[in-house]
């Protein structure tokens, strides 16, 4: 069965801290692994990592993935009050899109 | 563009009930899928759909049914309500999984 962990499961930092927030995999016939960000409502999509080694970057998050640990980071420096979230990571595997396999979640919670 | 929409928002049901969440997307997405969020455990997965006409159970599958008569349609139904299915349900679709997953903004559902 696939497994998607992620750690810390909670974070707590104050403006200006720079966090990472793991993420490791075992998917059948891995993919892909996706980060994600959920405010109150819907997750919204931050990166999609296939390749590893190659980092992805937008504004002060970035990710990286790592084949050969099976791992993933995800990256915030600079961190604001707007970051405070529920970041989740997600992979994907076999020969369908449709199955995401989704760790438990990362509570960050930013201070000002 | 509607994305994913998901009806209804809020639903209180009595145990033993059974009613229909109901999903649909614009995108001309082939694969559809849909979640359960509970605290803690980070988004689980139903049940998925390659396209229409396919459908596959997910992780936790017990309780829930689903079709996909047509590309834009992927309701899931609960057939005999329990307490263990109070919940926040989410559909997600997308196309390739080249540009992640695109996710409806939820049901909340208690069960009583």
């Known amino acids: 069965e696939d497994k998607v962990v992620q750690s810390p499961l909670s974070l707590v930092v104050h403006e200006g801290d720079t966090v990472t927030l793991n993420c490791s995999y075992e998917v059948t016939n891995f993919r892909s692994l996706l980060w994600y960000k959920q405010e109150k409502k819907a997750p919204t999509f931050l990166f999609m990592l296939t390749s590893s080694g190659i980092e992805k970057k937008s504004g002060r998050l970035s990710s990286i993935l790592d084949k050969k640990e099976l791992s993933s980071i995800l990256n915030i420096t600079a961190t604001q009050t707007g970051d405070s979230a529920i970041y989740l990571c997600?992979?994907?595997?076999?020969?369908?899109?449709?199955?995401?396999?989704f760790g438990q979640g990362t509570i960050l919670t930013v201070h000002p | 563009n509607a994305g994913v929409t998901q009806t209804p928002k809020f639903q209180v049901l009595k145990t033993g009930q059974s009613m229909t969440l109901q999903c649909a997307q614009d995108?001309?997405?082939?694969?559809m899928s849909w979640y359960r969020q509970d605290p803690g455990m980070g988004l689980r997965l139903i049940h998925y759909?390659?396209?229409?006409?396919?459908?596959d159970q997910g992780e936790v599958p017990n309780g829930y049914n689903v079709s996909r008569s047509t590309t834009e349609d992927f309701p899931l139904r609960l057939l005999s309500a329990a307490p263990s299915q109070t919940s926040v349900y989410f559909c997600?679709?997308?196309?390739?999984?080249?540009?992640?997953?695109?996710f409806g903004s939820g049901t909340r559902l208690t069960v009583v």
């Open positions: 997600a992979g994907t595997g076999g020969t369908s899109y449709g199955k995401l396999t």
């Open positions: 759909s390659v396209g229409a006409g396919i459908t």
């Open positions: 997600a679709s997308t196309q390739t999984g080249v540009y992640g997953y695109t």
């Open positions: 995108m001309n997405h082939e694969y």
